[in-house]
């Protein structure tokens, strides 16, 4: 997660009660000034050069989900449920029912007040994950993120290194797509997370707030092109790069996880370190974030 700073830095540190300083670049992101590794690993050993200018021309539609018809494609997607603050003191419970929608071509997530509020376990809301997972592309979800009513709800469009079952977070590294927390309307943020850089610690790269006016009124595509050398973050457009984190040189397991499987997640928090840093407006509920598409790309291996 993230705060801000200067959003013109490509790397810079942030500060805030949840997140102590970390890594920040925007606008126009310009590379760091980091050694750049040859891309030598085995199973990048048959990919064109990604640092080619026309390298993501080559990009195939391999897996997506348009939420067409009237249900949720459980073939896709399932629902990860509970009700322990999933470590981020949030008070949402996480169920499967009356908290998704699919109609009129969009995906609904709501969060909503089941309780008497101000506590934990008086709401409810959704968190779904995508059965499959991927290992490189260009990914992108086009959404909408609730209407601003007030304090309260932390929505976040995600990613999780599918091996967080035997090595746990933040080890299993993440990859934030897109988060919003409705205390700083009108801005949202891209960050990574690994075992050298998260929140816990003071140190996640983000790119700190994102200025975007029409965030909670408008469809937007929130994007990240990822290969064995770079991730960076874009929105709308992937010549709008607002985030970029090359491999670290030298390469560790600590400091680079995203040479694997990582899956999507979707969700509305509620409250939590972040999200409810001032608070929770029970009078901003239902609130309801829109997903019109998830889509990964990918570059076909060459033969030769």
């Given at each position: 997660?993230?705060l801000?700073?200067?959003?013109f ?7 805030s009660?949840w ?6 670049s925007s ?8 050694n ?8 990048t050993?048959?990919?064109p ?21 009237d ?21 949402q419970?996480?169920?499967e029912?009356?908290?998704?929608e ?14 008497s ?9 959704a ?6 997972d ?8 086009r959404?909408r ?12 469009l ?9 090595v746990?977070?933040p ?8 988060e919003?927390v409705?205390?700083?309307p009108?801005q949202?943020h ?10 816990m610690?003071?140190t ?8 975007l ?18 991730l960076?973050?874009?929105l ?12 670290p ?38 609130a309801?974030m ?5 889509r ?9």
């Open positions: 997660m993230n801000n700073l200067n959003r830095a490509s790397i810079a540190l942030l500060a009660l997140m102590l300083p970390g890594c920040q606008g126009n992101a310009q590379e760091p000034e980091v750049q590794p040859a891309d030598d690993t085995p199973d050993a048959s990919l050069d990604v640092d080619a200018p026309d390298y993501w021309d080559d990009a195939e539609l391999v897996w997506s989900d348009e939420f067409d018809g249900a949720l494609d459980t073939e896709k997607w399932r629902f990860e449920t509970g009700a322990h603050g999933w470590g981020n003191n949030e008070w419970n996480y169920v029912d009356g908290v998704t699919v109609s009129e071509g969009t995906l609904k997530i709501t969060a909503r007040k089941v309780g509020g101000g506590n934990a376990g008086d709401y409810e809301s968190r779904l994950n995508s059965r499959q991927f290992t490189f592309g260009r990914l992108e979800i959404a993120i609730p209407e601003h009513k007030g304090n309260g709800i932390w929505p976040a995600w990613m999780l290194g599918s091996n967080i079952g035997t746990g977070w080890h299993c590294g993440e990859i934030d797509i897109m919003y409705s205390f700083e009108d949202m891209f960050s990574i997370h690994s075992s050298a850089n998260n929140h610690n003071g996640q790269i983000t790119s700190g707030p994102v200025p006016e029409t965030v909670e009124e408008e469809f937007h595509v929130y994007g990240v092109l990822w290969t064995s050398k770079y960076k973050f874009y709308d457009d992937p010549a709008n790069v607002e985030l970029i984190f090359r491999r040189i030298p390469t560790t397991a600590e400091n680079w996880p995203f040479s694997q499987p990582f899956y999507f997640l979707m969700n509305i928090a509620v409250g939590g370190n972040w999200g409810g840093l001032q608070g929770v407006d029970d009078s901003i509920f239902p309801t829109e997903v019109d598409y998830v990964v790309y990918q570059v076909p291996r060459s033969d030769g």
